[in-house]
């Protein structure tokens, strides 16, 4: 064996790693992060966990509006598709119109 045979052409671009070190912690916006690091310490995890269920908690009190709103809304064409059908019935019955 003399002349190792050349690799595989591989771009370089796939060569590269994805994530490089100088990231920073989301949470404290201070620390660096190591390797696969997410938070840099149990603290930031916490607080990242923290602010997690508090926005999950927000998107749920926000559906939970917004469909309490819908059903208002739907009661209220309700109310009027019931006041609209009762006047269509009432009007054969020839009951007076003027008392409106
Ligand atoms: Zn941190």
Redesign the pocket.
């Known amino acids: 064996m003399s002349a190792p045979l050349p690799g595989p052409q591989v771009p370089a671009s796939a060569v590269r790693t994805p994530v490089v070190a100088s990231r920073?912690?989301?949470?404290?916006?201070?620390?660096p992060?190591q390797g696969e690091q997410t938070?840099?310490?149990p603290?930031?995890r916490r607080?990242r966990s923290r602010q997690r269920v508090a926005e999950r908690q927000q998107l749920r009190d926000a559906e939970v509006l917004a469909l309490l709103e819908h059903a208002e809304r739907l009661e209220g064409r309700a109310a009027e598709l019931r006041g609209q059908a009762r006047r269509r019935l009432a009007a054969p019955l020839g009951l007076p119109e003027a008392k409106r």
């Not at 920073?24 to 620390?31: A, D, G, I």
């Open positions: 920073t912690c989301s949470v404290c916006l201070k620390n992060l938070a840099c310490s603290a930031c607080e």
